[in-house]
């Protein structure tokens, strides 16, 4: 067992825990996974199957990928650590992002999960530096990056975006069919005092009026978002301004955590600490209104016929549903790595079930 990732950056934190792993290495550090793998499983060479193909070695099943466009982050959320581990945001050159999506959708990928800690803040560190994508100008751009994966004839979604001003300009490329009409942006609360005490921006009342604009825009946008409860310090009066936030936003898909402290974040030193076991009991009701919202809106797609990507023989998902974060579209029949048409008959709080047409 070999562990890697950002905790490994800490010395000593992987092995006190867990003394029998083979080795602990840093975030991106492949050279030292591979030196660990080595040293205790030495590999004779082969020149057929040492060629590493051109879109790498992914986890993923083969008909979607997780695209990274950049690392670190320049916020100071007071709950996170991120920074502390991974420094601030460094975007990749936007020439190597395309090729490596190219690359992936040559091997066969049919969806490109577009990912990184802060996905509308690609290109700010190097002053959204103009590079060449097939001979042509593009900018290091969020907008720009989506207009270029929006030409590769796949499906395109964007994972966590923070609700600057220019995400405007991606809602109409949904519209139009570019990209899929799926945005997911971590809000984290709506009370104007936990959002400050969390270092967030925006407020619940500027992000409603835009949530308005995205969908006279595009009618058929998919917004998730996740949320924290029971963060140091917040009321009971802030939580249910929480609850009447949800009840007005009417998010597609919504996930929730209660509060927890992790070590080095600066949420721990606040005031007021919120109890356990209300933790739990905030974190039940935020997911109970919100099954009721999911319910609701699932509902209205009954009688629809909606495309499907399916993932395995009787499950499926539509543009709405991020792999393993949201819910599925269940029928009988489909193979792999194949888009087929589903009629919906009926839905639950969180899953269609209907008939390949």
Not at 14 to 19: E, F, L, M, R, W
Not at 134 to 149: E, F, N, Q, S
Request: charged share 25%; hydrophobic share 40%; aromatic share 6%.
């Amino acid at each position: 067992m070999i562990v890697t990732g950002c905790l490994g950056a800490k010395d000593g934190v992987v092995q006190s825990a867990h003394p029998t792993v083979l080795a602990v290495t840093g975030p991106h550090d492949t050279a030292g996974v591979m030196t660990a793998v080595h040293a205790h499983l030495p590999k004779p060479h082969d020149p057929y199957t040492d060629l590493v193909p051109a879109q790498g070695v992914k986890l993923t099943p083969q008909h979607y990928a997780y695209l990274k466009i950049s690392e670190g982050c320049n916020h100071r959320c007071t709950f996170c650590i991120i920074p502390s581990m991974r420094g601030d945001l460094v975007s990749r050159p936007i020439a190597e992002v395309m090729q490596e999506a190219e690359n992936l959708v040559k091997a066969g990928v049919k969806e490109l999960l577009v990912i990184s800690q802060d996905t509308s803040a690609y290109g700010v560190d190097v002053k959204y530096r103009t590079g060449f994508v097939g001979g042509k100008p593009v900018k290091t751009r969020m907008t720009d990056l989506c207009r270029a994966l929006g030409e590769l004839g796949v499906w395109v979604r964007l994972h966590y975006v923070y609700p600057y001003p220019h995400v405007d300009e991606v809602i109409p490329l949904m519209a139009e069919g570019k990209i899929l009409p799926y945005l997911d942006v971590p809000f984290q609360h709506a009370a104007p005092r936990v959002l400050k005490l969390m270092k967030r921006p925006a407020s619940a009342e500027k992000v409603l009026e835009r949530l308005q604009r995205w969908r006279e825009i595009c009618p058929d946008i998919t917004v998730r978002s996740t949320f924290i409860v029971g963060f140091p310090g917040e009321t009971e009066a802030e939580f249910s301004q929480l609850l009447q936030f949800l009840q007005e936003a009417q998010l597609d898909r919504v996930g929730c955590f209660a509060y927890s402290p992790v070590e080095g974040a600066v949420a721990n030193e606040l005031p007021d600490a919120v109890p356990e076991e209300v933790k739990t009991a905030r974190k039940e009701k935020f997911m109970l209104t919100q099954a009721k919202i999911s319910a609701q809106k699932l509902k209205r797609k009954i009688g629809q016929t909606v495309e499907v990507l399916v993932d395995e023989p009787g499950i499926g998902r539509s543009s709405a549903d991020a792999p393993e974060i949201d819910g599925v579209v269940h029928f009988k029949g489909g193979k792999p790595g194949e888009f087929r048409d589903v009629t919906i008959d009926r839905a639950d709080e969180h899953d269609l079930y209907g008939r390949l047409v």
